[in-house]
């Protein structure tokens, strides 16, 4: 079990709202220094907690959606997940608890685009229905 304290989870904080941020300004905030800051950040990537950096794109016209997935047993939903990760325009996979498996995020130019993420999951193999929603606005 990894154990994390204050300080890394403030670290961790600060780069959730912007990966990009100095280390000279996390140490400014946390009255530490930076060669303190890089090496508690190298220690939370090498330990996985840290899994990557990445950008959160706003593109004009783009559109963003939120497609749910039910699995059938006796279907892995691990199985599934691995097979939806791999399409382009997929963000990200989460497997959930409720009345759904899968929630996965995508993003497309269109919404025939959308539609044919839509299509993909449903040809998976122990897929048993979606139900999708378009993101209209985002808040951070």
């Given at each position: 079990?990894?154990?994390?304290?204050?300080i890394d989870l403030t670290i961790i904080d600060i780069l959730r709202k912007?990966?990009?941020?100095?280390?000279?300004?996390?140490?400014k905030k946390l009255r530490l220094s930076e060669a303190a800051i890089r090496k508690r950040i190298d220690k939370l990537v090498r330990l996985g907690v840290i899994r990557r950096f990445t950008?959160?794109?706003?593109?004009e016209n783009e559109i963003k959606a939120i497609i749910l997935v039910?699995?059938?047993p006796p279907t892995?939903?691990?199985?599934v997940s691995k097979k939806i990760i791999k399409f382009n325009g997929v963000d990200v996979v989460y497997e959930i608890t409720g009345d759904h498996d899968i929630a996965v995020i995508?993003?497309?130019?269109?919404?025939?685009?959308?539609?044919?993420?839509i299509d993909m999951i449903r040809d998976i193999k122990g897929v048993a229905g979606t139900n999708t929603m378009i993101v209209l606005r985002a808040w951070y």
């Amino acid at each position: 079990m990894i154990v994390l304290d204050k300080i890394d989870l403030t670290i961790i904080d600060i780069l959730r709202k912007n990966a990009r941020t100095p280390y000279t300004e996390i140490a400014k905030k946390l009255r530490l220094s930076e060669a303190a800051i890089r090496k508690r950040i190298d220690k939370l990537v090498r330990l996985g907690v840290i899994r990557r950096f990445t950008i959160d794109v706003s593109l004009e016209n783009e559109i963003k959606a939120i497609i749910l997935v039910k699995v059938n047993p006796p279907t892995p939903v691990s199985e599934v997940s691995k097979k939806i990760i791999k399409f382009n325009g997929v963000d990200v996979v989460y497997e959930i608890t409720g009345d759904h498996d899968i929630a996965v995020i995508v993003h497309g130019q269109s919404m025939l685009e959308i539609n044919k993420y839509i299509d993909m999951i449903r040809d998976i193999k122990g897929v048993a229905g979606t139900n999708t929603m378009i993101v209209l606005r985002a808040w951070y």
